[in-house]
Nanobody, 121 residues
Framework: QVQLVESGGGLVQPGGSLRLSCAAS????????MDWYRQAPGKQRELVAH????????YGDSVKGRFTISRDGAKNTVVYLQMNSLKPEDTAVYYC??????????????WGQGTQVTVSS
């Protein structure tokens, strides 16, 4: 079983910055992809950022140029989301997602519990 724990959410003023962290633990053989999604009230969950095992990244159109996803160099099981120039429309619950192969060689697709980000003056 693979667990994801997010941290770093909170309240920030428009134009401010936050950094979210997500740590994966458990019986992991290989972690292939880690993503950040978000879901605002009344809206569908959307992909925010994506990073592969090899370091390739991809971003949702609404966050390009403002958000950066990265992995811890020493621990490939930790991923960060640096969020700059935050806007009120970035307000949402942010979820970490991981896909890979567990120790028993079965594929897994795990989600964190979510962390609230509120952008408001």
């Amino acid at each position: 079983q693979v667990q994801l724990v997010e941290s770093g959410g909170g309240l920030v003023q428009p134009g401010g910055s936050l950094r979210l962290s997500c740590a994966a633990s458990g019986s992991i053989f290989r972690l292939n992809v880690m993503d950040w999604y978000r879901q605002a009230p009344g809206k569908q969950r959307e992909l925010v950022a994506h990073i592969t095992r090899g370091g390739s990244t991809n971003y949702g159109d609404s966050v390009k140029g403002r958000f950066t996803i990265s992995r811890d160099g020493a621990k490939n099981t930790v991923v960060y989301l640096q969020m700059n120039s935050l806007k009120p429309e970035d307000t949402a619950v942010y979820y970490c997602n991981a896909l890979g192969i567990a120790a028993d060689l079965a594929p897994f697709n795990s989600w964190g519990q979510g962390t609230q980000v509120t952008v408001s003056s």
